[in-house]
């Protein structure tokens, strides 16, 4: 049994307000029996204030993952398994970046590979996804837009992933917007990925989202834990928290694929993309 644990938070630019909310996050779902907790797409550092290029261009901080702020996280992370986003410098190109670490140091990076709107304006695009073995089990990353992308989560699937920790900082709708956050169609877009992914790829599907407001953006929030049917096990609403549930992931995947598995029954020859 693991218990797991997503996180809905407003985090900016302030690196040491970031780190005292991480760790007061990390303390909590210690106490809990966490496992695994993944944080939101940039949230060391911050997202971008616009996505349209109007406004404040200003860009989060560049950091090295093997650098201090990640040793750092790592340091918190201790017994747990930590995913959270940063902004990558690797030279001078700048990528959106997820880490996975724990105490030991540095377990897996991936890069955002599908970039909204003006987003490719101020980060170069990944291009892989890749498992990796944690000791929780075998995981996988993406980061928010990624997971409109069906092939996205597949290939993870493919490689072996049990667990895929999704961070986002995903907005709601910037036209027809609704007050309430809980009526919005970006909103409903966000929840609807994060089910089926888990769905049709028979895994625990962890999802992690920036909420409150940056810049001209409103977050959604709405972070999540989904088993491998596609059921909500926990959510955070649209509201600021952390969602905890636990699993018997072993049993869980042989259920889930004992009968009609998903990966088992693909017939890529079939496919005109070829996965």
């Not at 990925?193 to 959604?220: C, H, K, M, P």
Request: aromatic share 6%; with cysteine.
């Amino acid at each position: 049994m693991i218990t797991v644990a997503a996180v809905a938070d407003n985090f900016g630019r302030d690196l040491d307000d970031a780190f005292a909310r991480i760790a007061t996050i990390l303390d909590d779902a210690r106490a809990r029996g966490a496992s695994l907790v993944a944080l939101p797409e940039a949230t060391l550092g911050g997202y971008l204030a616009n996505l349209d290029g109007a406004g404040d261009v200003s860009l989060p901080p560049a950091l090295d993952v093997d650098g201090p702020e990640v040793r750092r996280l790592a340091e918190l992370a201790g017994d747990l398994v930590v995913t959270a986003g940063l902004c990558e410098a690797d030279g001078g190109t700048r990528y959106n970046t997820a880490v996975a670490v724990t105490g030991g140091g540095l377990l897996g990076v991936h890069r955002k590979v599908h970039q909204p709107l003006g987003e490719g304006a101020s980060y170069a695009a990944g291009d892989e996804f890749a498992a990796f073995d944690t000791p929780i089990g075998r995981m996988g990353m993406m980061i928010c837009y990624d997971k409109a992308f069906p092939e996205a989560a597949r290939a993870l699937a493919m490689d072996g992933a049990e667990i895929v920790s999704c961070m986002s900082a995903w907005p709601a709708a910037r036209t027809n917007s609704t007050p309430d956050l809980a009526d919005d169609r970006w909103t409903r877009r966000f929840d609807l990925f994060d089910r089926v992914r888990a769905l049709e790829n028979q895994l625990l599907w962890v999802s992690a989202n920036q909420s409150g407001t940056f810049g001209s953006l409103r977050f959604v929030a709405s972070a999540k834990v989904v088993d491998s049917g596609g059921d909500v096990l926990a959510t955070t609403g649209t509201e600021r928290g952390v969602a905890y549930a636990s699993v018997d992931l072993e049993a869980m995947l042989a259920t889930a694929r004992a009968g009609m598995f998903h990966l088992r029954d693909r017939r890529p020859d079939t496919y005109l993309i070829g996965v």
